[in-house]
């Protein structure tokens, strides 16, 4: 009997009627700043992967940095508006809008999101169409009181709010903003990236580790949010029991100095480098039992690399590192704050633990590194989750959905100002 055939997101793409005349929807994309993140993540995913043929895509960053580099790089037209003052900023973003009217401006982080709405109100007085006005909530940062109230009262005059965890909905309702229709859309992987990755293979050579031994690591910025001091607590925990392991820290940020010295104060960081004694590796000095590795534009042949994956943040709007590290078959552990419970099952699809507890975090660390056929359960039925549920191409899909109706709302609004003018 032939096996009845299984619907999968993540290849089944909708088919879009061509629009008519070669027309192209236009999107612009207004972030609130250039630097690398989460939200730039995302904003690059769309760029990369939305059919160019459809859609006329830009970006206005309203600062510079190295996402704006990337974004170039895929060849969309970027506008850096670097203006301090939020009014001379809004000036700025109304007079681009106005020169080629988007059908939909897509704001992302909160800056845009001010800026970007009464941009697009401002359109509307100067007699423009008004774009379908979109905001993808990508973080769950507790804001000012003024902070929320000037959000909750733009709210109304956004078309849609897209929300990356039902976390973060619940944030926007106890905020108020449920006054506009919000959907929930997971961030995604690009599967392609992950499915047939090779692990790093010059990590020992790298960092003077000996070849096997047991990885674990961290990939986020070093921002107080990410959880980095409580797991440099519990690393000495870990070598209690696993004196062989080594912990790598990736990435860059604003706490990377502080958290240096933290290592350094547990004796983490081993002995400085005099002479030839570093020669031939990276960073790591002699006898370090933890490695700040920086930036690496080869994260995920690293990730690849890790004998578990570890997130200790704070808070959390979703964790897209986790679900990268599941993605290539890595036993992960996490806290179990904000959007990340939504992907983690503990004990199912990887290990949680309560947020600031080194003890509880160093046991989960320690228990995926001594338990292999636990880890290895966990990284199976992890990977087969983000295949289900957290593929980009189901994300890329679901945006365009709500930029085709988007579209549709503004020309209807369009034709109706006509009809009654």
């Known amino acids: 009997m032939t096996a009845p055939l299984i619907s999968d997101p993540c290849l089944d793409q909708p088919v879009r009627a061509p629009l008519s005349g070669g027309r192209r929807i236009r999107v612009v994309q207004l972030v609130a700043t250039g630097s690398n993140g989460g939200a730039q993540e995302h904003v690059w ?24 580099r990337r974004f170039r790089a895929l060849g ?12 001379a900023a809004l000036d700025r973003v109304v007079d681009l809008l106005a020169e080629r009217p988007p059908a939909v401006i897509h704001l992302h982080m909160y800056r845009a999101d001010v800026i970007g709405t009464r941009a697009a109100l401002a359109l509307g007085e100067r007699g423009l169409p008004r774009p379908y006005v979109m905001s993808t909530v990508h973080s769950s940062r507790f804001r000012s009181y003024e902070d929320r109230e000037l959000l909750r009262a733009l709210t109304p005059s956004m078309d849609r709010l897209v929300a990356v965890s039902r976390a973060i909905v619940t944030k926007l309702r106890a905020e108020g903003r449920d006054t ?18 090779e692990a790093c293979c010059t990590l020992p050579e790298e960092y003077g580790f000996a070849t096997g031994t047991p990885l674990v690591g961290v990939v986020a910025r070093l921002e107080p949010e990410k959880g980095h001091p409580t ?41 400085e480098c005099h002479g030839d004694r570093c020669v031939g590796t990276r960073h ?37 590192v ?22 983690i099952e503990d004990g199912v699809t990887g290990l949680l633990v309560p947020p600031r507890d ?64």
């Open 358 to 421: 080194a003890p509880a975090l160093a046991a989960a660390i320690t228990r995926l590194l001594e338990d292999h056929p636990l880890a290895d359960t966990l990284a199976r039925a992890g990977h087969d989750l983000v295949h289900e549920r957290f593929c980009l191409e189901r994300m890329i899909a679901e945006v365009g959905d709500i930029y085709e109706s988007g579209a549709t709302a503004v020309s209807r609004r369009s034709a109706g100002a006509r009809t009654a003018a």
């Open 45 to 68: 995913s769309l760029l990369e992967r939305l059919d160019r043929s459809r859609y006329d895509l830009s970006v206005i960053s309203l600062s510079d940095g190295a996402a704006v």
């Open 284 to 320: 790591a000095r002699p006898g370090a039992k933890v490695v700040f590795t920086g930036r690496r534009d080869d994260v995920p042949a690293v990730t690849a690399a890790l004998d578990v994956a570890v997130l200790p943040s704070y808070r959390e709007a979703q964790g897209l």
């Open 76 to 87: 969309v037209p970027v506008t850096v508006v670097d203006e301090l003052d939020d009014a």
């Open 322 to 343: 986790i679900l990268e590290a599941m993605a290539l078959s890595r036993p992960v552990v996490a806290t179990d704050v904000g959007g990340i419970p939504e992907m």
């Open 180 to 197: 506009t229709p919000t959907e929930l859309i997971y961030n995604g992987v690009d599967l392609s990236r992950y499915d047939h990755q």
């Open 231 to 271: 797991l440099l607590e519990a690393w000495p925990h870990v070598l209690e029991r696993e004196p062989e392991a080594r912990l790598l820290i990736v990435g860059e940020g604003s706490r990377r100095e502080a958290l240096e010295e933290q290592a350094r104060s547990l004796d983490l960081l081993g002995d």
